[in-house]
């Protein structure tokens, strides 16, 4: 295949295995998710407590995309892949024999340090291989692939405990990850040329994190990207204490209810893609920014309300969370067109920071004194005006380099 042909064209089979890369931590997170009441009654402790294994999860991944994007500039993609899979299924181990909230959490941000090398390697690998235009294609159907993990991931935690304890969703995790390892050995090919790779020290990777921050071609878009996808996490950190306390869903309802909003960013990454010869990349970034605001101001409607009705509350969420289906890829895109040889260390960034505002997120949620709505709610207008922010922003600078 020439430059020109590799740099517009993907196979769908490479998608497939770099989504599978991808859906490991959506598939962490949210599987557990309906044990999480099971969990907190062994465990002799509140359900918010061991949420709070979520956050702690989230900065796994924060810290752990830090390290493997600057080491996979280094020495190649399918290396780092090798180790940080087999740590996360030795941390799935560690998760089965947890005894306490506290053993679990520990647990659980190994676990994370190892299955975050898959987004990293996943973003770095694309931005390798494809322009602008046919990355942000690329990004839209890994989004689409990868957000079937969050819709099977409640049923299938809550098949595992209809049969069997909490424990056995970490003993399947740990075996997914097998896989995962097993795939990368057989069929994911090196994409970073050893001459393109960056012969860089510690100095030097602080220097890179600190000129890659200051781009401002970069910095822009990964914070709407950021921002927009704290809506998610703060989503995840608080539905089960809404649907399931609050409105009293049982698991495997939990589950469908979780499962129709990932249905919903598959959606509307589909209808992303379809809308390409449309609308411009930010164009499209700037429709999914106002539909988040649309389901935010649902849900603060619905958060000042006594006792909401329950289809004002899932409407709201749906279109909050769904509408990441456009911001994630057009942003993502957006920030990593002009990166080149240093794609994993700027995907590293872009990937820290967004587990980083999912880690505040749980911290947040943690101190306010409302109803576990009314504090998601608000959390999530925070974000979505940051978002928004930088929308405008990047419009501005688009604006004036069209008048230069």
Known sequence: MSTTQEKAVYSNAWILLLASLTALGPLSIDMYLPALPQMADDFGVSTQMVANSLPAYFLGLAIGQLIYGPVSDRIGRKKPLYFGLSLYIIASLLCVFANSEWSLIAARVLQALGGCVGVVIARAAIRDRLDMQASAQAFASMMIVTTIAPIIAPSLGALVLSFSSWHSIFGFLMVVGLGSLCCVHFFFEETLDPKRRLKLNFNQVLNLYGAILQDSSFRRPMFVGCFAGAVLFCYISASAAILMDGYGLNQQVFAYAFGANAVGIMLFSTLNKRLA????????????????????????????????????????????????????????????????????????????????????????????????????????????????????????????????
């Open 277 to 404: 010869q449309k609308l411009s990349v930010f164009q499209r970034l700037k429709l999914g920014s106002f539909l988040q605001l649309a389901g935010v101001g649902l849900l603060l409607v619905a958060g000042s309300m006594t006792h909401a009705p329950l289809y004002i509350v899932c409407a709201g969420m749906f279109l909050a969370v769904a509408a990441i289906g456009f911001t994630g890829p057009n942003a993502m895109a957006i920030a990593m067109s002009e990166q080149g040889a240093r794609a994993g260390t700027a995907s590293a960034i872009m990937g820290s920071m967004q587990f980083g505002c999912g880690l505040l997120c749980g911290v947040i949620l943690n101190f306010l004194l409302w109803s576990a709505l009314l504090n998601m709610a608000i959390v999530m207008a925070i974000f979505v005006a940051l978002a928004l922010y930088y929308v405008f922003k990047l419009e501005h600078e688009k604006a004036y380099k069209l008048k230069s």
